[in-house]
């Protein structure tokens, strides 16, 4: 059983359309996160959501949407891709009740635009 | 949250101890310490995390000195399966939970 499952694996596209990587956990976590990690291997935090509603944005360009129909599934689209979106996106989950329970994250989705 | 520093790469022979260290010398009182690694081409895989007291898993030890200021994990009997980059995270939680700052990490290779 899988608990962080993102789909797609690998997201080929051209500069310009509009994608979407969705995101799904079935560890009962309320707190789930995207995190993108770029050609040089940094991982950075883009989003988090808690039961559905965004508690970080680290200043991520608004072509970048996070929509959460449920605290089991968070959703990135992307409008208007460019070359420099191209990366590995991964989704993570935890339980922030409590605190410092660790993050699960997902296997990634390499996007590459071209 | 504060900043860590780790070797950019380390070796272990397969089935010896592989020790990481990693040094946050201005940690707060509040933030815990975090090890997370990454295989390659699959997500971040927590490993272990603690405050003060020295903690142990089924994956790993994790040591901090008594002025917190630095850590060492420890993977008792290193396997080829270990090979991955390892990072050392410090964060307070709060508003900042979650928020995990991953620098360049310790690149440890396994060998046999």
């Known amino acids: 059983d899988t608990a962080v499952s993102q789909t797609p694996k690998y997201l080929v596209t051209q500069m310009g359309n509009d994608k979407s990587i969705k995101c799904e956990q079935n560890?009962?976590?309320?707190?789930m996160y995207w995190y993108k990690q770029d050609s040089k291997k940094f991982l950075k935090i883009m989003f988090s959501?808690?039961?559905?509603?965004?508690?970080i944005n680290e200043t991520v360009p608004n072509r970048f949407s996070p929509k959460s129909p449920d605290k089991a599934h968070l959703n990135l689209h992307i409008n208007s891709l460019e070359l420099g979106d191209s990366a590995v996106y991964f989704c993570?989950?935890?339980?922030?009740?409590?605190?410092?329970?660790?993050?699960?994250f997902g296997n990634g989705t390499r996007l590459t635009v071209t | 949250d504060a900043k860590t520093t780790q070797p950019p790469s380390m070796d272990c022979a397969e089935g010896r101890a592989a020790n990481l260290p990693c040094n946050h010398s201005?940690?707060?009182?509040?933030?815990?310490v975090y090890w997370y690694r990454q295989i390659h081409s699959q997500g971040p895989q927590y490993i272990i995390h603690?405050?003060?007291n020295n903690e142990t898993n089924e994956m790993a030890s994790l040591i901090i000195t008594e002025d917190r200021k630095s850590s060492t994990l420890i993977l008792p009997h290193a396997t080829l399966r270990d090979t991955a980059v390892y990072y050392c995270?410090?964060?307070?939680?709060?508003?900042?939970?979650?928020?995990?700052?991953f620098g360049q990490g310790t690149i440890l290779t396994v060998h046999p």
């Open positions: 993570a989950s935890s339980q922030i009740t409590g605190g410092n329970s660790p993050l699960h």
């Open positions: 603690g405050l003060k």
């Open positions: 560890l009962g976590h309320d707190t």
């Open positions: 201005t940690i707060s009182g509040n933030e815990y």
């Open positions: 959501y808690n039961n559905k509603e965004l508690i």
């Open positions: 995270i410090v964060n307070a939680g709060g508003t900042s939970y979650g928020k995990l700052t």
